[in-house]
C-alpha cells in the first residue's frame, strides 16, 4: 500500500533553514507528481509545492517563491523540501502527498515551528 514517511522538521529561530524528506514506497513512485502541504493551527491545509514526475516542472505558492525548493530522487523514491529564510508563519505541520487513481494519500506530518 501506498506509504509517505516524513522527516526533518523541527524548531528553527526566525531566518533559519530545515530540509524535510519523504520517503515513499507502495506505488512507482517515478511515475507520478508529488507535492507538499502544509496545515498551521486553525487554518485550512494548503499546497506548499509541487514537482512533476520527471521532475521537470515544478510550482510553488506565492509564499514559498524564492525561498524554498522542492526536488526529488526517483532512484529512492524521495521527495525533498528545503526551506530558506524560514518566518514564523511558517509554522505548520507539513505534510508530503501524492494522488493516485483519483485518491489522496498523505503522509503522517511533520512540524516545523518557527520561532525565537
Known amino acids: 500500500q501506498v506509504q509517505l514517511v516524513e522527516s526533518g522538521g523541527g524548531l528553527v529561530q526566525p531566518g533559519g533553514s530545515l530540509r524535510l524528506t519523504c520517503q515513499a514506497s507502495g506505488f512507482p513512485f517515478s511515475r507520478y507528481a508529488m507535492s507538499w502541504f502544509r496545515q498551521a493551527p486553525g487554518k485550512e491545509r494548503e499546497l506548499v509545492a509541487g514537482i512533476s514526475a520527471s521532475a521537470l516542472a515544478t510550482n510553488y505558492a506565492e509564499s514559498a517563491k524564492g525561498r524554498f525548493t522542492i526536488s526529488r530522487d526517483n532512484v529512492g523514491n524521495t521527495v525533498t523540501l528545503e526551506m530558506n529564510e524560514l518566518k514564523r508563519e511558517d509554522t505548520a505541520v507539513y505534510f508530503c502527498?501524492?494522488?493516485?487513481?483519483?485518491?489522496?494519500?498523505w503522509g503522517q506530518g511533520t512540524q516545523v515551528t518557527v520561532s525565537s
Open positions: 502527498h501524492v494522488e493516485r487513481s483519483y485518491r489522496d494519500y
